[in-house]
């Protein structure tokens, strides 16, 4: 089980990001995608899950608005795009996957993620 992100990116204040997560060694429906992201010095936070069974997404009420989560079933992939980007958005990302909960209620806990991606750096600054 492989889950692998594409590359560090830096931003401008107010622009957007996508960032990529291509997945392999698994059956890409078996598993909820979540994205998550750490700060130096701050707690694990959750950004939003997608079934790619159906494209059903949920989202942190922090993001909601400003983030869509995709995925593209033909090519084992998801995408995290967050958009009017600011500093406080510097960060690094990771996708995982895990099996915990449902969409209609969103559980999420770093120690039942069955795989990580290696995590993208995004840095937002003028």
């Known amino acids: 089980v492989q889950l692998v992100q594409s590359g560090a990116e830096t931003r401008n204040p107010g622009t957007s990001v996508k960032v990529s997560c291509k997945a392999s060694?698994?059956?890409?429906?078996?598993?909820?995608i979540d994205w998550v992201r750490q700060s130096p010095g701050q707690e694990l936070e959750w950004i939003g899950r997608?079934?790619?069974?159906?494209?059903?997404?949920k989202y942190g009420r922090k993001f909601q608005g400003r983030v869509t989560v995709t995925v593209d079933t033909s090519a084992s992939t998801a995408y995290m795009e967050l958009m009017s980007l600011r500093q406080e958005d510097t960060s690094m990302y990771f996708c995982?996957?895990?099996?915990?909960?449902?969409?209609?209620?969103?559980?999420?806990?770093?120690?039942?993620?069955?795989?990580w991606g290696q995590g993208t750096q995004v840095t937002v600054s003028s």
């Open positions: 997608i079934d790619p069974k159906d494209g059903r997404t």
């Open positions: 995982a996957i895990t099996q915990l909960g449902s969409m209609e209620i969103v559980q999420w806990d770093k120690s039942k993620y069955v795989q």
């Open positions: 060694g698994y059956t890409f429906t078996s598993y909820y």
